[in-house]
């Protein structure tokens, strides 16, 4: 019986030494005290199930993501919280982050780089690095254990970096492969939290009115330190950061996490399609507290694949935010496959330019009656204007507006039925029918909730039962008639789809 004992903990003891701290005492004071009993109970008896909130398909055509080999993990976390009300949220996250590690029983590694804007909100002001570690009972004093003072790299050692920046963006997941993963044998996972609004080129004029920014503010990662204008991180820089740290159509990055707003549009996946193979993101609003970290982290197996992450980071997500009221309409979130991106620039080609050479039929798109629609009971079958309530993506501010382009196609395909020259509809509603099914690849799951302001039906599936084409945006027109983000040039999607002849021709008095 006391060979059962001390083996007991002796094999407790060295599988705690890999992910857990425990004391300098001695086996037996810990067996007796039972130290190592308990943990090994807490991490075998936690309720971190993943909820059924979200419909999968075609869950077999994602190869590149099912890989269920043994395998370890590099969590990367840019967290840019040098704007108005988010840092508490930020550094909350990295909490959860090593208390989900605690619960995990696989090989992960985690480093942050946190950039606060106050000495008055958690986490201090300055630019902080952090190698976070397993913690059940992390705590925000507890992550001051956690952070990196030794051995600086040059790009940080002055204690403020702009985070709007993406050369910033680039140093950090330089620094963090080389220091943390030079094998490469782990899986890395880029987190960036931070404020977002949405696709957005270049040559943009950040101003900061009582930290509050204005409707030409787009994309993520605001930073109001570093110069008195404001930088921010544009779509078309993710793809350059990404490029800058080594990644590439021959060694992508494993996963992107965008914990931002309104980033989940066609344009923003297709920018990264040759950096990265999957990316998560919202195409609405994200409610500050942000993903729900640690059940996410502590649902990561040794051998769990991609897909399995993915999958369960949309359900609980969902799980989380599945009865809350946001600023703007329902929580979103999507999965995608990115290595399915490809050619869709094509497909939406095709559907804009049909309106362009067919221009008579353009008039769907922003001829209403209403000044604010309702889905489906108010909304008719010859309008698909941007100001769907149900599929609106902005806040209350002057953003421009994009809607969800499954639900686009699905509307234009209703209008043809109305369209007298034969071969005309069976063209328009082809071109729907391709869009779709490609979006059907790209989208691996995805979900939103109920619309409670407006008492909406919940999720994506109510309106679509058999398929998972719903929830990639793509942008539209704006609400102040004198901007869109198209107008700029510098985005992929912009340069290799003709998606912007079309809004040239709908809204003129933008471009």
Request: contains cysteine.
């Amino acid at each position: 019986m006391i060979k059962k004992i001390v083996f007991f903990v002796c094999a407790s003891l060295l599988f705690f030494s890999c992910e857990h701290e425990v004391s300098n005492r001695s086996l037996i004071e810990n067996y007796i005290k039972a130290e190592i009993l308990s943990d090994y109970q807490a991490l075998n008896n936690y309720d971190y199930s993943i909820p059924n909130t979200a419909e999968v398909y075609n869950r077999e055509i994602h190869t590149d993501l099912n890989d269920t080999g043994s395998k370890s993990y590099l969590i990367l976390m840019y967290l840019a919280g040098d704007s108005n009300a988010i840092q508490t949220n930020l550094f909350a996250n990295m909490v959860s982050v090593s208390k989900g590690m605690w619960y995990s029983q696989a090989d992960i590694k985690t480093i942050a780089l946190f950039d606060g804007c106050s000495e008055n909100y958690t986490g201090g002001a300055g630019s902080k690095l952090f190698d976070v570690r397993a913690n059940r009972n992390c705590t925000s004093s507890s992550l001051n254990n956690y952070r990196i003072t030794n051995n600086l790299p040059s790009w940080i050692s002055s204690g403020e970096v702009d985070t709007g920046s993406y050369e910033t963006l680039s140093n950090f997941i330089s620094w963090a492969e080389e220091n943390y993963n030079s094998t490469g044998e782990r899986k890395t996972i880029l987190i960036i939290g931070s404020h977002g609004f949405g696709t957005q080129g270049t040559e943009i004029n950040l101003s900061q009115s009582n930290t509050i920014f204005d409707s030409t503010s787009n994309s993520f990662c605001p930073d109001y330190t570093t110069t008195s204008s404001g930088t921010i991180i544009h779509t078309n820089e993710v793809s350059l950061a990404l490029n800058n740290a080594g990644f590439g159509t021959s060694n992508k990055i494993d996963m992107l996490i965008y914990d931002v707003c309104l980033c989940g549009t066609i344009e923003e996946a297709y920018e990264v399609k040759d950096y990265a193979k999957a990316l998560i993101y919202s195409p609405n609003s994200v409610p500050g507290a942000g993903f729900p970290y640690e059940k996410v982290i502590a649902n990561i197996r040794p051998k769990s694949s991609l897909f399995s992450l993915g999958e369960n980071t949309v359900k609980l997500f969902a799980e989380q935010y599945k009865n809350i009221k946001c600023v703007s309409p329902p929580c979103t979130i999507t999965f995608v496959d990115l290595s399915f991106a490809d050619g869709i620039e094509e497909d939406v080609s095709a559907l804009a330019d049909f309106f362009v050479a067919n221009s008579s039929y353009s008039f769907i798109f922003n001829n209403s009656s209403y000044s604010y629609l309702k889905y489906i009971s108010e909304i008719n079958t010859s309008n698909v204007n941007y100001k769907c309530t149900y599929f609106i993506t902005r806040y209350t501010m002057k953003y421009f507006y994009s809607f969800d382009l499954g639900y686009l196609c699905d509307k234009v395909q209703d209008y043809a039925q109305n369209i007298t020259d034969s071969e005309k509809q069976e063209e328009l509603e082809t071109i729907c029918e391709n869009i779709k099914t490609h979006l059907e690849k790209m989208i691996c799951v995805s979900w939103r909730g109920a619309d409670i302001y407006n008492n909406s039906s919940n999720s994506y599936t109510v309106f679509n039962t058999s398929r998972n084409y719903y929830g990639i945006t793509i942008v539209g027109n704006s609400d102040s008639s004198n901007y869109n983000p198209y107008a700029k040039t510098e985005f992929a999607f912009n340069t290799d789809s003709t998606w912007k002849t079309l809004l040239e021709l709908l809204y003129p008095e933008e471009f």
